[in-house]
């Protein structure tokens, strides 16, 4: 994720693409800068939540 927005992080989390933490196939694991993996755990935490 920070390739594609122009940034160089070393990755230090492993990110589970589909969302799901017991799926631990490895074209379902990629790594992430611990900035990158929290955002996206923000965000699809709150997926499908009313926020207000």
Excluded: K, W, Y
């Excluded at 940034?7 to 799901?20: L, S, T, Y």
């Excluded at 196939?25 to 939540?49: E, I, V, Y």
């Amino acid at each position: 994720m920070c390739c594609e927005a122009g940034r160089v992080a070393p990755a230090r989390d492993v990110d589970h693409i589909d969302g799901d933490a017991r799926n631990n196939a490895r074209s379902n694991l990629r790594p992430l800068c611990h900035s990158c993996h929290s955002a996206r755990t923000a965000r699809d935490q709150s997926f499908g939540r009313r926020i207000g």
